[in-house]
């Protein structure tokens, strides 16, 4: 199973527009060798860009979907297309869409924690309902959203629907780096599953953002990660190391809450 998480730059010079159809070529680039490729939190328009959200939300079959439907279907590769600010019944979601080989809509996953430090995130949208587990070729993946990575019982949650895989979509700024690493290896060793994250990089708003996306196999070794600017992220795996792993150190199995 080939990995490519694509750690996208955002500023405050592009569009909408603009960055869509960057990281659009980014995603026929990294499709060349990859089975499922990853994208960031809100990177169309820009996490901390709050003023943005409601003018540029859109439905789940609007044009943000559908084009990464097609791109999933024409190089027939599994898509995490990160997350955009959804609208529906006139609520706002940070939403997360997950496409299989056929371009079509495998997973959606609204995000549970909203964010509140120096965010207005958790004043425009609404969360989600909790924990949701995908069934791929692969094996049963989870989907969560940056702040998420905060509250280990979600991840937990997930493990309790048979969740293998974690791929988490996020934006998280880089005063904060050193919690996203030890998360981001935490979850994955606790929950003894692989861990795929896909970070953003750049400045906007006055936030630097953290990059650093990784790949951390069940035992919390770091497979590949990233520095601080724009680039794709490459790992291997083989899912069947989930079960193997579990067999030999069967931690989850020795749970008594």
Partial sequence: MKIASIQLEIND?????????????????????ADLILLPEIWATGYFSFDNY?????????????LFADKAKQHAVWIFAGSFVEVKDSSYYNTSVMFD????????????HLFRYGSKEGEILTRGEGAKVFETEFGKIGLTTCYDLRFP??????????????????????????HWKMFNTARALENQCFLISCNCVGTTRGVLLGG??????????????????????????????????????????????
Avoid: N
């Fill in 13 to 33: 010079q592009e569009s909408k527009e603009e960055r869509i159809q960057r990281a659009a070529a980014l995603v026929d680039q990294a499709a060349a060798d």
């Fill in 54 to 66: 409601v003018k540029e939300a859109e439905p789940l079959d609007g044009s943000f979907v559908q």
């Fill in 101 to 112: 080989r056929q371009g079509k809509l495998a997973g959606t996953y609204q995000k549970t």
């Fill in 212 to 257: 650093h996306s990784s790949v951390i196999d069940p035992w919390g070794t770091v497979l590949a990660s990233s520095g601080e600017r724009e680039t794709i992220v490459k790992a291997e795996i083989d899912p069947t190391e989930v079960q193997r792993i579990r067999e030999v150190f069967p931690s989850l199995k020795h749970r008594v809450l």
């Fill in 153 to 178: 019982e979600l991840y937990r949650q997930q493990v309790d629907l048979g969740a293998e895989f974690f791929l988490i979509t996020s934006a998280w700024p880089h005063q904060r780096l050193e």
